[in-house]
T-cell receptor, first 110, second 117 residues
């Protein structure tokens, strides 16, 4: 079992829909969780961080964390074609390192 | 804030030569930087953790004598790929943590695309 698992995708949604990206992790003591967006040929960009159970909203993005279920998700409302990218889930660990999932590729169709 | 730069953005070198990649934190001091490698359509692979003033910590399977890391100041870490071969061709990305933020957020540089001919 991988330490951080994401739906392999690809995920395709129509423009204006809600895109839901999921991630599970294996280390029960993890305390910090991140979502990065990576456009093709570019480096990752941090879009959300979450540390407490519940929801955290930032514009069209909502991160949800459930530590009991070891589950973190990212919702993108009113999806736009510019949201088409690979989304990486990361879990913070020892020595400041983060463990990354393999990513889910999202395509938003106009 | 939290801007990280890399230089060069791309480089082509001949097999057997060495290439140095620089990673700089522009508006914060980074005691810890990370070096990743990413092959096309694959996930990020952590190569090593670079700590200012001390030796880097390499991930299992990464040759420390081939990938030399130096973190001589709080704003600069360098990765030198020694005796490069075509299989070293990849996208090399650094990231840095801002210790003043007190969390594990990593800020990535734009990456360096290395092609070894």
């Amino acid at each position: 079992q991988k330490e951080v698992e994401q739906n392999s995708g690809p995920l395709s949604v129509p423009e204006g829909a809600i895109a839901s990206l999921n991630c599970t992790y294996s280390d029960r003591v993890s305390q910090s969780f991140f979502w990065y967006r990576q456009y093709s040929g570019k480096s990752p960009e941090l879009i959300m961080s979450i540390y407490s159970n519940g929801d955290k909203e930032d514009g069209r993005f909502t991160a949800q964390l459930n530590k009991a279920s070891q589950y973190v998700s990212l919702l993108i409302r009113d999806s736009q074609p510019s949201d088409s990218a690979t989304y990486l889930c990361a879990v913070g660990g020892n020595a400041g390192k983060s463990t990354f999932g393999d990513g889910t590729t999202l395509t938003v169709k106009p | 804030g939290a801007v990280v730069s890399q230089h060069p953005s791309w480089v082509i070198c001949k097999s057997g030569t060495s290439v140095k990649i620089e990673c700089r934190s522009l508006d914060f001091q980074a005691t810890t930087m990370f070096w990743y490698r990413q092959f096309p359509k694959q996930s990020l692979m952590l190569m090593a953790t670079s700590n200012e003033g001390s030796k880097a910590t390499y991930e299992q399977g990464v040759e420390k004598d081939k990938f030399l890391i130096n973190h001589a100041s709080l704003t600069l870490s360098t990765l030198t790929v020694t005796s490069a071969h075509p299989e070293d061709s990849s996208f090399y990305i650094c990231s840095a943590r801002d210790p003043l933020r007190g969390n594990y957020e990593q800020y990535f540089g734009p990456g360096t695309r290395l092609t070894v001919t």
